[in-house]
């Protein structure tokens, strides 16, 4: 419940700074990926409990491929929308397994050294693997339970978030 109140905060004060009024969770990642699977997976849960706003699941990706356009499709369609971005990310050992909720873009890519767009008005991460070799096959070798637990966990606080939300939206008079 405190990932929901702590995300419940930061939309607020987006909303409030930007004047924007819905939000959209934007997943990032690559279903072809161990490591690069969280914000898949974290879509493809949003999905399955019918979970507001999404772009990013396990049979539609966005990743380094569609990004780009993706970010453009966000300036046209959702301009009016909070994004809340989702992606691994690479730590030390000791953070493995850490998820961190903040304002903010994030940079995807940037730990397998991939110059993408930074996108997000608040950013989910989740330490998927350390190491200080950034390369690719870091993510191969990705523990699935590691990603599995932190998607769970993500959805979960997202999920109470939007508990909040419905709480707090005032009734229409009718």
């Known amino acids: 419940m405190m990932f929901g109140r702590q995300l419940e905060g930061f939309v607020n004060q987006v909303r409030e700074e930007r004047g924007k ?21 974290v879509g493809y849960k949003l999905e399955r409990k019918g979970t507001g706003k999404l772009l990013g699941t396990l049979k539609k990706p966005v990743h380094a491929v569609n990004l780009e356009e993706t970010v453009s499709r966000i300036g046209t369609e959702y301009q009016d929308s909070v994004v809340v ?25 940037l730990g397998v050294r991939k110059n993408l767009s930074a996108v997000g008005d608040i950013f989910i991460t ?49």
Request: aromatic share 4%.
């Open 126 to 174: 989740g330490i998927v693997g350390s190491g200080s070799s950034l390369e690719p096959l870091l993510l191969q070798n990705t523990r699935l339970s590691v990603v599995m637990e932190m998607a769970d966990c993500i959805c979960e606080g997202i999920c109470a978030y939007c508990l909040l939300e419905e709480e707090n939206r005032p009734e229409e008079e009718g």
């Open 21 to 41: 009024k819905n939000v959209l969770f934007l997943c990032i990642g690559s279903d072809r990926s161990t490591g690069d699977s969280l914000g898949p997976l």
């Open 85 to 109: 971005a989702v992606d691994a990310s690479i730590g030390r050992h000791e953070h493995v397994g850490y998820i961190t909720v903040g304002l903010g873009a994030l940079k995807p890519g």
